[in-house]
């Protein structure tokens, strides 16, 4: 499974857009880009995925590069409450997708 | 629809006991997976069930199994327990199919202490 890098912590202030980067320089061509977040003490909550296309839901969007080596997700309008770890994961399906987590990113989210 | 459910939420146990977790997965979902996450580090996966069967290992010893019943819950049992057993164990569900996408959904986790 690909590895990821992304840095330790990061700041946003409330109300601006929080851009999370990650690099995936060794995905393979079937290894989809998972971001997942969590606030302390609770389970991983799920945010978004995606294979090449830029993705967006409701909570997040993600930017992939062209050559897929590194990914942003970015949260258009943080709150307090998204002060969280965030976590940019590769996984692969085959029979059976396992999650491997790095250390994440802490973001603080301050007034 | 009712999410990923752990129980219990908190357990002490001492070292060399038994303990059995479980979990009930999302709604339609068929598979089940855990992950340990000790203090200060990212999940780490154990391993996965489906159609009652272990389909995927982590590095985990012997000392940890697990358990799907045909209603897909699944139960975490781990033998002679040690310090370094204490956690917080995360169950996840998904949905297996032709799909090339398995988006896993996270439980609350179990906090365990082990004295």
């Known amino acids: 499974d690909a590895k990821t890098t992304q840095p330790p912590s990061m700041d946003c202030a409330e109300g601006r857009a929080a851009n999370l980067p990650c690099n995936h320089s060794?995905?393979?061509?079937?290894?989809?880009v998972y971001w997942y977040r969590q606030i302390h003490s609770q389970g991983p909550q799920y945010i978004i995925h995606?294979?090449?296309n830029n993705e967006t839901n409701e909570m997040a969007s993600l930017i992939i590069t062209e050559d897929r080596k590194s990914s942003t997700l970015i949260l258009p309008h943080a709150t307090l409450r998204d002060t969280a770890v965030y976590y940019c994961?590769?996984?692969?399906?085959?029979?059976?997708?396992?999650?491997?987590f790095g250390q994440g990113t802490e973001l603080s989210v301050k007034p | 629809d009712a999410g990923v459910t752990q129980s219990p939420t908190h357990l002490i146990k001492t070292r060399g006991q038994q303990v059995t977790l479980r979990c009930s997965p999302k709604?339609?979902?068929?598979?089940v997976s855990w992950y340990q996450q000790a203090l200060g580090q990212g999940p780490q996966f154990i391993f996965q069930?489906?159609?009652?069967?272990?389909?995927q290992r982590g590095n985990f010893p012997d000392r940890f199994s697990g358990h799907q019943f045909p209603n897909y819950s699944s139960e975490l049992n781990v033998n002679a327990l040690l310090l370094g057993d204490s956690a917080l164990y995360l169950c996840?569900?998904?949905?297996?199919?032709?799909?090339?996408?398995?988006?896993?959904?996270f439980g609350p986790g179990t906090r365990l202490l082990v004295l």
């Open positions: 996840a569900s998904s949905l297996s199919g032709d799909t090339s996408q398995e988006t896993q959904y």
């Open positions: 060794t995905i393979s061509g079937n290894e989809y």
């Open positions: 995606g294979l090449k």
């Open positions: 994961i590769v996984m692969i399906y085959n029979q059976g997708g396992k999650l491997i």
């Open positions: 709604s339609g979902h068929d598979t």
């Open positions: 069930y489906y159609e009652e069967e272990e389909r």
